[in-house]
């Protein structure tokens, strides 16, 4: 997989979670994920469709990270993972995917977004729609642990 389509996606979380909810991530060393079940509470998945190249986003928080968040970022406080905080885990996700797109649209690569799909439960799955290797990015911050899913490939309808 080609970096340059895993680290506008990066930047754009660190960006969106340092403005919008006051906190710093670090990264993580990036590697290849080799199953899908989801390694936090909560995630936002979004599909990315383009003339040049398809694939999905995924973005997995810890209960810890995104109550910390969702605190932060509305001032209300939440004892576990519920609808208004998955609600905000697809905000998330479409504010990264929009920073991550103007990036990719300065490189001449153009994403059509959908809307995300929101999971949870603990060991839930993440069915990336298409078929390649997807890169896990795990971040750390002082809210909590997160992940960061990136895949790349032909879509799952398609040979």
């Given at each position: 997989?080609?970096?340059n389509y895993v680290n506008p996606f990066l930047?754009?979380?660190v960006d969106v979670l340092a403005t919008m909810a006051q906190t710093k991530a670090h990264r993580g060393p990036l590697s290849l994920?080799?199953?899908?079940i989801a390694l936090g509470a909560v995630t936002g998945l979004i599909d990315l469709k383009g003339a040049k190249a398809t694939?999905?986003?995924a973005i997995t928080f810890s209960e810890s990270a995104i109550l910390a968040i969702f605190q932060r970022m509305l001032g209300e406080t939440r004892e576990a993972v519920d609808d208004e905080v998955a609600d905000l885990v697809g905000e998330l996700t479409n504010m990264v995917t929009g920073g991550a797109r103007r990036v990719?649209?300065?490189?001449?690569l153009d994403f059509a977004m959908a809307?995300?799909?929101l999971l949870k439960g603990a060991g839930h799955a993440i069915h990336h729609p298409v078929h390649g290797a997807t890169m896990l990015v795990p971040f750390h911050s002082d809210a909590g642990d997160f992940y960061v899913e990136v895949?790349?490939?032909k879509s799952r309808g398609s040979g």
């Open positions: 997989m080609n970096v930047g754009a979380l994920k080799q199953d899908e694939g999905s986003l990719f649209a300065e490189k001449g809307t995300p799909v895949c790349f490939g």
